[in-house]
């Protein structure tokens, strides 16, 4: 059975890596006013962070049109019998189920959609790991069985600069809570049942970026960790930084640099920091 690999951009896997392995993408996209741009096609990470500077008004997202996702999958079928597609959080976006939905109506392919419940490159992971399976001819069984057991073992935590983007664009939960004292805190930020949460409470930016480290630093010393992934809005020096500090203590246990694209940096914002890992 030859099975192929699907992600959305929202996964923000380099072009030249989704290239190396095989894996195939949808776009979301981003509004400005009347003006739609589909992330990685039509607008760059860094015309994106320019863009947004120069804007009055906070852009919106939208997912990918179920007819693009449709012909995406009729386009697989003449090469491959099934598809394993890994996309953001349902919690965050209708893509996963628009996937599910365009996956009924295309005939002659198996598609299975899998709901990372999270997103950027802790979605990423997932997919890589897929098309790692794909090419050693593994069933669909199997690489769902394998993705839902790393799902076990996922941690991504990030923090954000400023939680209005956030919380006018609905996609923190639990918000009432900080909405007091936003400029106050620094809250370290997670996923669970599929949607944001505050994670913690934390009162500066260095504070919420150490807490964040010391959890990934507590599961690699156990030996645990498969892989890391540090996680930029516009500001990849800052994580190469801790990339190369982790890498000098834990040299070991390989660690990737990411970056939230324009459909997540729009909720986000400039100067996000994520960090993300799984188990071995």
């Known amino acids: 059975m030859k099975v192929a690999v699907m992600t959305d951009s929202t996964a923000y896997i380099p072009k030249d890596m989704r290239n190396a392995y095989g894996i195939h993408m949808v776009p979301l996209s981003v509004n400005f006013g009347d003006d739609t741009y589909q992330e990685e096609i039509d607008i760059t990470t860094e015309e994106f962070y320019q863009k947004i500077k120069d804007a009055n008004d906070l852009p919106t997202t939208s997912q990918p049109a179920i007819g693009l996702i449709t012909e995406k999958l009729e386009e697989l079928r003449q090469e491959y019998d099934a598809v394993i597609s890994v996309h953001l959080s349902s919690g965050i976006s209708g893509t996963y189920q628009a996937v599910v939905s365009a996956g009924d109506m295309v005939e002659g392919i198996d598609v299975f959609a899998f709901d990372s419940e999270i997103s950027c490159m802790a979605q990423g992971f997932y997919a890589l790991e897929a098309a790692e ?148």
């Open 133 to 280: 399976m794909a090419k050693e001819n593994r069933s669909p069984a199997e690489i769902m069985d394998r993705l839902n057991e790393m799902k076990k073992t996922m941690h991504g935590y990030f923090m954000v600069d400023d939680l209005t983007n956030l919380h006018r664009g609905g996609r923190l939960n639990g918000a009432q809570a900080l909405v007091g004292s936003l400029l106050q805190v620094k809250p370290v930020l997670h996923f669970v049942d599929k949607v944001i949460i505050p994670f913690e409470k934390i009162r500066t930016r260095k504070k919420a970026i150490s807490r964040i480290l010391g959890m990934l630093e507590e599961d690699t010393k156990a030996g645990k960790v498969a892989k890391a992934v540090f996680i930029h809005a516009n500001d990849e020096k800052a994580a190469i930084e801790l990339r190369d500090d982790f890498n000098e203590k834990y040299p070991d246990t390989e660690a990737l640099i990411s970056y939230f694209g324009p459909v997540i940096g729009t909720h986000v914002g400039e100067g996000a920091v994520g960090v993300c890992w799984y188990y071995k």
